[in-house]
């Protein structure tokens, strides 16, 4: 598995997370010259640091939609990579079987992926991804109120857990 994707959105996280602390600051410090043709100019600070604590929580749902995504993709390239290596080294009926799995890893499972690897992602590992999904999936579903995730994570956190998992998974895919 390649970690490429979560690194480069981890990496605009960090950046974006930095740009968001200038600007608190700038906003704390009365730099109000820097706040030109932006929409931080006609607002007074208390207010403008109250919303930017808000978009601070919205970006960091986004970003680990983001992360989960990469990772779900990287993780159905990898499941569909070891079945086109092996596509030569099996008889016609395990082609076929090859063929329709490789077209249809699209509507597999997460979860059911994420377990294919029982034997090489410890199985602690494999329950905190589990929980992201979790996490992922009610932020992408409009954060129901009735339907409360089992944790509340951080991009940090999920950034942590999908590399321990990759890195796992590397060993053999």
């Known amino acids: 598995m390649n970690s490429y ?13 930095d740009s968001i602390k200038v600007t608190r600051r700038t ?15 006609a607002e007074k600070p208390d207010s403008t640091l109250k919303k930017m604590n808000f978009v601070e929580d919205e970006i960091e749902d986004i970003i680990i ?10 993780l159905r390239i990898s499941i569909q990579t070891i079945f086109e290596n092996n596509f030569t080294k099996i008889s016609n009926t395990h082609k076929k079987i090859c063929s329709i799995a490789i077209k ?28 992201i999904y979790e996490y992922r999936n009610w932020v992408a579903h409009g954060k129901n109120i ?28």
């Open 5 to 17: 994707g979560v690194n480069n959105i981890f990496s605009i996280y960090e950046y974006l997370k």
């Open 27 to 41: 906003i704390i410090k009365s730099k109000g010259n820097l706040h030109n043709r932006t929409v931080f100019f």
């Open 65 to 74: 939609l983001s992360l989960f995504a990469s990772f779900e993709r990287e």
């Open 104 to 131: 249809d890893i699209e509507r597999w499972p997460v979860n059911d992926m994420v377990d294919l690897l029982d034997d090489i992602v410890d199985v602690n590992l494999r329950g905190r991804v589990k929980q």
């Open 146 to 173: 009735n339907k409360v995730p089992s944790i509340k994570t951080d991009p940090r956190t999920v950034y942590t857990v999908l590399s321990d998992f990759i890195n796992q998974a590397t060993n053999v895919i």
